[in-house]
């Protein structure tokens, strides 16, 4: 059932939720889950699939491509936009109360296996509270990573979900205001979210792969098929959410080995 009314804050955060966690050319009327997700806002397809449109709009991932049409959003996308990006642990943990008040289960976008979670996080000494929202924060930032790189490897172009990583740039532990920031992350291989994790991978300003010169007269076949091949390609950048620049210039200057 449609309704011309204004949206609400909660339908606000149920179309903020879609516009993190799907691919963008999955984001029209015809969509299934925004079928299901519109009707259970009581709105039409057109109506949600035009706000996730609107909300492009502010993502400069999206306009720097120079895509035409993208105009439309409101006062209130706008103030949105900004609270998400002033604080996107509350955001998500935000959007996530409004899925529970809706009952809209979770999206069909095979991205959300639990056993990629970071598992580097010391829950030691933390209550179930906190471990549930850090849990929903993962996921969140999982699925957001994944679905900005149509859930394929930036680096090797992989597009297998259970052996990709929402790789964060800046580890998780050193920036906390940037922790569920999906410009903080890069959706990469099992292997090369560890490689750079550990400084032998990192991206240039141009967007291109450097590997260590450390490695680089390693004589092993794997390596040098797997790895250094790679180095000056250019990655597959993301329709949303374009890792920010001053996040891979932290990775460049305090992990990886020069």
Known sequence: MSTRTGWTRHQLL???????????????YRNPEIIRCAETLGRTP?????????????????TSTGRSGLKGASASDKAMWKEMQADWEHFANEMQQAVTVFKIDELSLDADDSSELDKTI???????????TTRVGQNFFRRSVLSAYE????????????????SHIVPWRIDEANR???????????????????????????????VSQKC???????????LFAYNGKP??????F????????YHREHIFEK
Not at 46 to 62: E, F, T
Not at 235 to 240: N, Q, V
């Open 216 to 226: 680089t007269d390693n004589n092993d076949d794997f390596f040098n098929s797997a």
């Open 14 to 28: 149920i179309a903020f939720n879609l516009y993190c966690q799907m691919p963008f050319g999955k984001m029209h």
């Open 242 to 249: 374009r890792p920010h620049a001053e996040f891979l210039s």
């Open 46 to 62: 057109s109506a949600l699939a035009m706000k996730l449109v609107n909300i492009a709009s502010l993502d400069p991932a999206i």
């Open 180 to 210: 569920l920031n999906p410009s903080n992350g890069l959706c990469l291989s099992m292997l090369h979210d560890k490689a750079f994790d550990i400084g032998i991978l990192t991206i240039m300003e141009d967007m291109t792969i450097r």
């Open 122 to 132: 010391d829950y030691t000494g933390r209550n179930k509270t906190v471990q549930i």
């Open 151 to 166: 859930q394929r490897c930036c680096m090797t172009g992989l597009a297998i979900p259970k052996l990709l990583i929402a």
């Open 235 to 240: 990655i597959f950048l993301p329709k949303k």
